[in-house]
């Protein structure tokens, strides 16, 4: 556990923070360039505030994504574009990226690829059943023989030593801080899961042992 961490900010890193460094990776080691143009969907959930603040430590043009309330909280995390998803489709837009990470897959694997700029790679961590079997088997097959590289993550090792010590790098740096929305007791670990699941969280939801439960928020 990083010094000067607490343990509710601790908590927050091993899966979503660990899920956000590998999938700026590829399988192979392969990575984006300083200058690149990165775009993070979902850049105000569980993984993408990570993904955001990781991809800016590497020099990356970063491009957030979320919804119209959000948007002022995935500005702060230093992005350099914002993308509201109520009001546009970046599937259809004209720009180019080098580096997508999608952590809840929705748009068609085709319709991502078009936006890859040659050379780029689009790597979803997760979504519903069919997207995940959509982007774990089409994905790999559409980009054989190809220079862009669309699909789902299949290499995550949780806890991986060199990936913990980079976080705690960048941790130390100034360059990496959990967002925390809410926290819950324990007693009320099922509000805690239903403000996830209707999606009003904005970055990561916390259950602590012990201490005041926060006044609901608006």
Do not use: C
Not at 18 to 24: H, K
Not at 39 to 54: C, E, M
Not at 108 to 127: C, T
Not at 176 to 188: A, T
């Amino acid at each position: 556990m990083p010094a000067g961490q607490s343990f509710e900010e601790a908590a927050t890193m091993p899966h979503s923070a660990v899920l956000a460094l590998q999938g700026l990776r590829h399988r192979n080691g392969r990575t984006f360039e300083a200058g690149d143009k990165v775009l993070i969907d979902g850049a105000s959930g569980n993984v993408g505030p990570f993904a955001v603040q990781i991809a800016k430590a590497m020099g990356a043009e970063v491009t957030g994504v979320g919804s119209t309330d959000k948007l002022d909280m995935v500005r702060a995390l230093g992005v350099d574009h914002v993308l509201d998803y109520r009001k546009v489709d970046y599937t259809r837009e004209q720009e180019r990226y080098d580096w997508i990470v999608d952590p809840d897959a929705h748009h068609p694997i085709l319709k991502v690829r078009r936006v890859l700029k040659p050379g780029g790679v689009y790597v979803s961590l997760g979504g519903t059943t069919w997207p995940i079997i959509r982007n774990a088997f089409a994905g790999p097959l559409l980009s054989i023989g190809n220079d862009r590289w669309a699909g789902l993550m299949t290499w995550w090792k949780p806890f991986n030593p060199p990936d913990v010590d980079r976080l705690k790098e960048l941790i130390a740096a100034g360059l990496l801080k959990p967002v925390i929305d809410r926290r819950y007791l324990l007693s009320e670990v099922v509000d805690a899961l239903r403000r996830v699941d209707d999606g009003h969280a904005r970055g990561k939801v916390v259950i602590t042992m012990d201490g005041p439960a926060e006044a609901p928020r608006t």
